[in-house]
């Protein structure tokens, strides 16, 4: 092992003999954009100073570091997009420190998903570096790849910035390089004294001793040894360590940022994880929004393109695959596949003329094209976020710049041979070929079927003629009809345009192919027939015939996401060995299907892993119109919205299921019916109704409005809707049709009247004897009972009011004194918590939470500060500090009314509450 200093003598590099060439260079381009942005922040620390932050341009910054100018700035633009620093216009460009030029400035905002997936890890990264006096030790786990050290190096940046800028080391070292060498290992830690060992020749400082003031980042730690973590122990607990060969204790102030991919109970010793308070844990990139994923790709394609100094141009299906192959490495392997890529895109571009490099999918790895094959997956998602794109994406050479390059569509046809060509061209094979030849038909089209700018039309008798556009009119009114569905303007002008450029290629007797012909007949025999009498409209203004491939093409017109196979997904998950997958194996015997799939979570099974796997179930079952999670009880019946946040998918969750209600929304689900339908269908369903969560469904308090009837569904549900267009219904207030037996009827009412307010029953048929008002079907369509409705819901929503009813709901169940001081300054807590720490606290919450201050302050009245707390967690509670910080603050005038102190227990639990911790 050697140690080299660079020509100005900043940073020490450690070379060891069986580190490879590139982990070298990596750590020297490390090394040599953290002395960029050092040097910038004092640059800028020096201008703060005199006056004006004004930056500093690459090359006076080159020539003051005595670096290359082009590896200046590129560093400096990864800083940039990084959100380390910011660019100031103007010739030439300058560079500072972010947000230094305003009153504010995220150092984290450069951090994707910092808003989004990351942002817990985020919020709890900035409060263990602001933590006092020197912040708290952090663990970051996570996969590979997932982003643990950039992480680190945010917290870094961050403590710089908190600190006013002042210089502080940052020391990176991999554990994994001396795993099984102690004695290396305490000697780079902690230093050797001279004559400490043989070859031990003159005095060496340890990475504590470079890091003292400062971050030590510890890679990998889970590598380390026992005796590796025992040796640290000193240093977090006292401060103090030992060189070898040194009896002196010296002492250091440095703050540790472990990583670790393995996981942290089974791997790290529990005498070393308890001096380690704060625990950050990294999602894979599997998990986090495709959003997210996207501005990963665009970031690392612009980063190739300021290599190259050349523009890059990407396909749709290439984003597409590199946005939903599985990604095992993560964050990591996404950058070094999009860096094969752009390779093999450089070689096959060298020496052509074009204004940009081109990647096509021939270019991605086999394991990422396997993501362009999979691209049904998550269908909403996806198309929500290329919406706008056409088939090139450029990211530019000089900025974050990406767009979209635009084809025109009257090269429609030329542009798919162009595509099969270069395919062929590139060694794709036939089914690689006829697979993007039909996924670009389908963007093609895609684009008419959502309304497009209406201005467009202004400028379409520019392009098409006059006689044709009314032809083109004529039939849509027909297909309107014919497929009673309304076609927006944007229809209109795809098709004349479309037509138009078909007809000009038949008149040349150039051919019309289309891949999809088939599959479109098929699969869409309604669309189809429809489209073929496209001839009889055209005939008015052409004598041509238009073939039966061109005919598929504009069947395409006419398809939306509904058709096809979409439908509600129906997913079944319990607790034991078989209860899940026996039922959704009865219900799919029963149903001739595989509609219902099971989960069977292990009693034992963590519910991390439960939500990871159940997580990965909904999407790949995903059919485009939501799923319908049925569980048993437990934390099962909370993941219905953290999966939907994962996926992008709609989920819900119903629990107490059994296997009647499996097969009630199997058999809803298999007709087609809607999510929101299939819902209440198996809410009604149910015998006892049990806890069904209707995002949010208070459980006091909640008005209901009945539709009944005898024969179906389908009167109750024209009823409903006529009442939710007629009436004004606050969100507490449901309208639910409901099928019934006139005989069964009163059981089922007064079951729904347990967990509902009954406001009203709206029925075919009269009862003879019910505590609640009946509207017969006849009179529910007159002016004078919809009048009668409205005021019914007006009474009923100006009685319910949670916070007026606290006072007697405490008064009757806590012992503690002036119940009316105490509510006023509870709803100054509520409203406090919302509008200035932002916290979302549900109406059905607010009873509970009212309940369990009261019952705190009684709590501490009564045992004169002699209160045990067993069930409280201090190491989760620190990660949390400052959430209870705020309750204490919240807290502080109830305090001083009933002349108590708010322990951290007590403000910890009321915290876990306010903030859905």
């Known amino acids: 092992m050697e140690r080299y200093r660079d020509r100005i003598g900043f940073w020490v590099i450690i070379i060891d003999k069986d580190m490879s060439l590139n982990t070298v260079k990596g750590m020297v381009v490390s090394m040599r954009k953290d002395r960029i942005y050092q040097e910038v922040v004092n640059i800028c620390k020096e201008q703060g100073n005199s006056g004006t932050i004004t930056g500093i341009d690459a090359m006076t910054l080159a020539k003051r570091l005595h670096l290359e100018r082009s590896n200046v700035s590129f560093d400096l633009n990864r800083l940039v997009e990084e959100g380390f620093l910011e660019k100031v216009n103007g010739r030439p460009v300058r560079y500072r420190v972010a947000g230094k030029g305003s009153e504010s400035g995220n150092i984290f905002s450069g951090l994707i998903g910092y808003d989004g997936s990351l942002k817990k890890a985020v919020d709890q990264a900035k409060a263990a570096i602001a933590y006092p006096p020197l912040g708290l030790h952090t663990l970051i786990s996570g996969p590979s790849g997932v982003g643990k050290s950039l992480l680190a190096e945010y917290m870094y940046r961050f403590a710089v910035q908190i600190r006013g800028g002042k210089d502080i080391p940052f020391v990176k070292f991999n554990c994994a390089d001396y795993a099984n060498n102690p004695q290396i290992l305490l000697s780079i830690l902690f230093g050797v004294k001279k004559g400490a060992y043989t070859g031990a020749d003159r005095d060496r400082p340890g990475l504590v001793e470079e890091a003292n003031g400062g971050i030590l980042f510890l890679d990998e730690v889970h590598r380390l040894p026992p005796e590796g973590q025992e040796m640290l122990f000193s240093i977090i607990d006292y401060g103090e360590y030992r060189p070898m060969g040194e009896s002196k204790v010296n002492k250091a102030d440095v703050l540790f940022i472990c990583a670790t991919t393995e996981s942290i109970d089974s791997s790290l010793l529990r005498t070393f994880l308890r001096r380690i308070p704060m625990v950050i844990s990294m999602p894979p990139l599997n998990d986090r929004p495709l959003k997210e994923r996207f501005d990963l790709i665009s970031r690392f394609f612009n980063e190739e393109s300021l290599r190259i100094k050349k523009p890059i141009g990407v396909t749709l299906d290439s984003i597409r695959a590199l946005l939903l192959y599985n990604c095992t490495g993560n964050v990591g392997e996404l950058r070094n596949d999009i860096q094969i890529a752009c390779a093999k895109a450089f070689l096959e571009n060298l020496g052509k003329e074009t204004g940009y490099i081109e990647v096509h999918t021939m270019d991605l790895t086999e394991k990422v094209r396997q993501g362009f094959r999979d691209s049904g997956r998550r269908k909403n998602e996806m198309k929500a976020l290329l919406l706008g794109y056409s088939d ?3 990211f530019g050479a000089n900025s974050d710049n990406v767009y979209s390059a635009e084809r ?154 509904n058709d096809g196979d979409s439908r509600v997904s129906i997913v079944v998950a319990m607790h034991g060995n078989s209860a899940a997958s026996s039922i959704a194996e009865v219900v799919n015997r029963l149903l001739l299907s595989d509609i219902v799939v099971g989960y069977d979570m292990a009693l034992d099974q963590k519910p991390e892993d439960a939500l990871y796997e159940l997580t990965e179930i909904v999407r790949r079952e995903d059919k485009g119109m939501g799923t319908i999670l049925m569980v048993d009880m437990g934390s099962l019946c909370y993941f219905a919205d953290s999966i939907a946040q994962k996926t992008g998918i709609r989920v819900r969750a119903i629990d107490m299921v059994s296997t009647p209600m499996v097969l009630e929304a199997a058999e809803k689900a298999l007709r087609g019916y809607s999510m929101d339908e299939v819902y ?217 009314i009933y002349n108590i102190t708010i322990p951290d227990e007590e403000a910890w639990a009321v915290a876990k509450i306010v903030f859905s911790l």
């Open 392 to 394: 090139m994406v450029i």
């Open 680 to 896: 209440d269908s198996v809410f009604m369903f149910s015998p006892f109704i049990g806890r069904l969560r209707r995002n949010p469904v208070p459980v006091k308090h909640n008005g209901l409005i009945l539709c009944c009837c005898t024969t179906g569904e389908g009167t109750a549900v024209v009823i409903k809707k006529y009442i939710e267009d007629n009436l004004k219904i606050p969100d507490f207030v449901n309208v639910m049709p409901i099928e019934f037996e006139p005989s069964l009827i009163s059981k089922r009412i007064e079951t729904l009247a347990k967990s509902f307010d009954i406001l009203a029953i709206i029925s075919s048929f009269e009862f003879s004897e019910t505590e609640w008002p009946v509207i017969t079907v006849d009179k529910i369509f007159t002016d004078k009972t919809i009048l009668k409705l409205q005021d019914i819901i007006d009474k009923y929503s100006g009685s319910v009011n949670i916070m007026d009813t606290l006072g007697e709901v405490i008064q009757e169940n806590v012992d503690i004194p002036y119940v009316d001081v105490f509510i006023k300054e509870f709803k100054r807590f509520v409203k406090e918590a919302e509008t200035v720490y932002r916290a979302d606290i549900p109406m059905n919450r607010l009873v509970g939470l009212a309940l369990h201050m009261a019952c705190s302050i009684e709590k501490i009245i009564k045992s004169d500060g002699n209160l045990v707390y067993k069930e409280y967690d201090r190491g989760n509670a620190e990660i949390h500090r400052r959430e209870i910080e705020v309750i204490k603050n919240l807290m502080r005038p109830i305090e001083e």
């Open 408 to 561: 025109g569509v009257d090269d429609f046809y030329e542009l798919i041979e162009r595509k099969r060509a270069e395919l062929k061209k590139r060694g794709a094979g036939d089914e690689e070929v006829e697979e993007t030849i039909g996924r670009m038909i389908d963007e093609y089209f895609e684009r008419y079927r959502t309304e497009q700018d209406s201005a467009q039309l202004k400028n379409l008798y520019n392009v098409v003629d006059k006689e044709l556009i009314e032809c083109i009119k004529d039939f849509l009114d027909y297909a309107s009809r014919a497929l009673d569905r309304r076609f927006g303007a944007g229809i209109l002008y795809g098709l004349a345009i479309h037509v138009s450029s078909t007809i000009n290629r038949l008149e040349k007797g150039l051919p019309i192919k289309n891949v999809k012909l088939n599959e479109i007949k098929v699969k869409y025999p309604h669309q189809y027939s429809v489209a073929c009498k496209i001839r009889d409209y055209l005939g008015k203004y052409t004598t041509l015939l238009l073939p039966e491939d061109e005919i598929g093409y504009i069947t395409k017109f006419f398809i939306n996401d």
